[in-house]
């Protein structure tokens, strides 16, 4: 490796990544599954010197283990059960499970294949490396070590700003693990916010905590995530037998199955939060304690779920509508003003937060793209997130969806709380 390793422990990654992979081991361990690398923007290219760095940086990641230390964090968690966590202490990622090579428009392929409960914690590492190795290897010295301080003044300005109030973002936490410009800022940027909440600078708006379960475990902040498109999509989609029109329905049941009352915070959008809507019931809108939003307009989502809440008899006001599309401090507060009233709200802030330099940060995502032989796709309710190598199945899915949802709305048991 030409750079220092870049991910040294298998707790640097998002906490979600341990909450489904609980569920994952216990319910699904027989599911084979295919993870694809994207970049989203058109002008940057990976040279080979980045994909060969790339490559000796997976190969370093992959001869990590969980450290005892580490094991015993994880076992405080009320919700994690043992065994899963003895599973974790022979847990080794595996290098053969990787294709690197150049084979891709931006000059930069990565793909996985395996079982879905071993290769589900590779996502966000790969994107922290792959991130980490452009900006180092893209940048001059002088030039990195200037967007790293840019990186510094410009989050100290939007805490400053909270402290007077000129941003209310209620209650919000740190997402930004797999973009961030570095673990070294990343960690400098935890520290500044945790050193803020204790000593009361963030005005009226609360640091609740960070994704990063490393992160969170060093500065001893909450541990923050429930699940990601990813859980939904293979469970929907990846077992053959069943409809993907009713993906929400089985990934509700598997998840309640596994965490009860505990753990909720549900994900609307992987086919369509119209669609969610149908399955998220008055059982399942009380069991979990709130929604998050992830694609389309936020107003119009928020309101929606407000509706919806009260059309299953519940108060909006003992839920959480958690904010989580392509944040930045600015929209955050005017999204928190016009809900403050009438529901709990949160935020979970990434790219903003770890890699706000004023230059343009990557836009990558690694993504689940096929389970058990077959193609599988997130139909959100923002058209361009999507991400799928087969049109075809893009197609039938989109006709089951709406065909279930015509349908379905003629049912005497549909309440209402979708909008088209």
């Not at 392509?326 to 809900?339: C, G, N, P, Q, V």
Request: hydrophobic content about 35%.
């Amino acid at each position: 490796m030409r750079l220092n390793q870049i991910v040294t422990s298998l707790l640097d990654t998002d906490f979600y990544k341990f909450t489904m992979g609980q569920v994952i081991l216990h319910q699904y361990p027989s599911m084979q599954v295919t993870w694809t690398f994207k970049c989203r923007n058109t002008d940057v290219h990976f040279t080979e010197e980045m994909i060969n760095e790339i490559k000796e940086q997976v190969k370093a990641y992959c001869k990590l283990r969980f450290t005892s230390d580490e094991l015993a964090y994880l076992r405080r968690i009320e919700f994690l059960k043992g065994n899963y966590i003895d599973f974790l202490s022979v847990y080794q990622p595996i290098y053969e499970h990787f294709t690197i090579d150049n084979n891709s428009e931006c000059g930069l392929n990565i793909e996985a294949k395996g079982p879905w409960f071993l290769t589900t914690y590779y996502e966000i590492s790969v994107l922290s490396i792959v991130n980490e190795v452009y900006y180092r290897m893209n940048k001059t010295r002088e030039a990195y070590h200037k967007l790293k301080c840019e990186q510094m003044v410009r989050l100290n300005n939007k805490l400053d700003k909270l402290e007077k109030n000129e941003y209310r973002l209620a209650a919000f936490s740190e997402f930004g693990t797999r973009r961030r410009f570095s673990f070294e800022t990343q960690e400098e940027i935890i520290r500044i916010l945790a050193d803020r909440k204790v000593n009361n600078k963030l005005g009226s708006s609360t640091f609740v905590g960070t994704s990063n379960v490393y992160f969170a475990k060093e500065f001893n902040v909450k541990p923050v995530g429930t699940m990601a498109h990813e859980f939904i999509m293979a469970v929907g989609q990846g077992q053959h037998e069943l409809n993907p029109a009713y993906s929400n329905k089985f990934a509700l049941e598997s998840w309640v199955n596994e965490y009860g009352t505990k753990n909720g915070i549900y994900l609307t959008d992987t086919i369509g939060t119209d669609s969610c809507l149908l399955d998220f019931n008055d059982h399942y809108s009380t069991v979990f304690s709130g929604v998050r939003h992830d694609s389309g307009n936020p107003y119009k989502w928020g309101e929606k779920m407000l509706k919806h809440y009260k059309s299953q008899g519940i108060d909006p006001m003992s839920k959480t509508l958690l904010f989580s599309d392509s944040l930045d401090f600015k929209r955050a507060t005017e999204i928190y003003d016009y809900f403050k009233d009438y529901s709990h709200i949160a935020f979970g802030i990434g790219t903003n937060i770890t890699n706000d330099t004023g230059d343009t940060p990557l836009n990558i995502v690694m993504k689940l793209t096929a389970c058990n032989g077959q193609p599988v796709a997130k139909c959100s309710d923002e058209p361009t997130k999507g991400m799928c190598k087969d049109k075809g199945y893009v197609d039938y899915l989109r006709r089951s969806i709406k065909w279930r949802m015509e349908h379905d709305k003629l049912s005497p048991e549909f309440k209402g709380g979708n909008e088209n």
